[in-house]
């Protein structure tokens, strides 16, 4: 979503696997926000999604999209890097054979 932001979109679709956390972010209220064990998670991308944009967050199940499940995977071992591929990395092929059957 930052990158969405600083490159100037207007409107974003936002596609998650994990259901429990597209739901929370859907409910606008933050109520019950504090109690979740990823407040502060929730709290910062509530507070970009009320920025003055168009965000769609909707669930797709991880079995449609395992390129996404894989380069979030890839991004969680490698925190503080922004990698821009100009073609799909090796170990995306797979996954991206997957997603093109389903």
Partial sequence: ??????????????????????TLLQDRSPNRDYLHKHYDVIRRVKKML???WVVYVS???????????TLASWGVR???????WRSPPDFILLPLGRDCMS
């Fill in 1 to 22: 979503l930052s990158l969405c932001w600083e490159g100037g979109f207007q409107k974003v679709s936002c596609e998650c696997d994990c259901l429990g956390a597209v």
């Fill in 59 to 69: 669930h797709i199940p991880r079995e449609i999209n395992s390129v996404a499940h």
């Fill in 78 to 84: 490698n925190l503080g890097s922004t990698v821009f």
């Fill in 50 to 52: 009320a920025r003055d």
